[in-house]
């Protein structure tokens, strides 16, 4: 069976995560990242709470890599998360925030 359009799935392109299937994964990792008594919680206490990517860097320390391409493909991830995460946001996490807090499935959230 399995989700229609994530990687697997007979109907998705060879080997590709889709969009829909993205947001899926991230909104389930956060909810089991939220739940002390999730199956999953060791695992989740073991991931790294700050990453040194350059998506989480100030903007002092992006002015940096002004005259690389890195500048660039920054931006365009973090233009494509947020547009991963507006939907989801728009539709669901601000309607339900008695089962989505802000706290926890934030944009910042979101990108971790």
């Known amino acids: 069976a399995g989700l229609v359009g994530c990687a697997g799935d007979t109907a998705s392109a060879k080997g590709a995560v889709t969009d829909a299937c993205m947001q899926l994964l991230v909104a389930t990792l956060l909810y089991e990242a939220s739940d002390p008594a999730s199956f999953w919680a060791p695992w989740m206490k073991v991931l790294p709470r700050t990453l040194g990517s350059p998506l989480f860097w100030t903007k002092p320390e992006l002015l940096l890599l002004q005259g690389s391409n890195t500048l660039g493909m920054v931006a365009g991830w973090k233009k494509h998360i947020k547009g991963l995460y507006a939907p989801l ?19 910042k959230q979101f990108t971790w």
Not at 92 to 107: A, G
């Open 89 to 107: 946001n728009q539709r669901l996490f601000s309607k339900r925030r008695d089962m989505f807090p802000k706290k926890t499935f934030s944009l």
